[in-house]
Nanobody, 116 residues
Framework: QVQLVESGGGLVQPGGSLRLSCTASGFPFRFADMAWYRQAPGKEREWVASITSGSGSTIYADSVKGRFTISRDNARNTVYLQMNSLKAEDTAVYSC?????????WGQGTQVTVSS
């Protein structure tokens, strides 16, 4: 059974940091490309960042470039999103996605709220 479980969300003040984790099971994680998405209230889901299997190449949305870092630990079947210099507009439910072969898997999401 495939599972993606996110954690690490919460309430943080503007300018603060959070690290999200997404732990996977039920498929060969090291062969999967991984990504983070987010969805703010009343808005469409937005792609945030991706990391490939193998070389671990990364790419970011312009809105988070220079502030967020995606990484992975294949030994722990986990992908991370380090979020620094958080802004109110980063408030959203953050979800991870795995792309393996022809299949895509999603986690349930974790809430991030940036507010003073």
């Amino acid at each position: 059974q495939v599972q993606l479980v996110e954690s690490g969300g919460g309430l943080v003040q503007p300018g603060g940091s959070l690290r999200l984790s997404c732990t996977a099971s039920g498929f060969p994680f090291r062969f999967a490309d991984m990504a983070w998405y987010r969805q703010a209230p009343g808005k469409e889901r937005e792609w945030v960042a991706s990391i490939t299997s193998g070389s671990g190449s990364t790419i970011y949305a312009d809105s988070v470039k220079g502030r967020f870092t995606i990484s992975r630990d294949n030994a722990r079947n986990t992908v991370y999103l380090q979020m620094n210099s958080l802004k109110a507009e980063d408030t959203a439910v953050y979800s991870c996605k795995a792309h393996w072969g022809r299949s895509e898997y999603w986690g349930q999401g974790t809430q991030v709220t940036v507010s003073s």
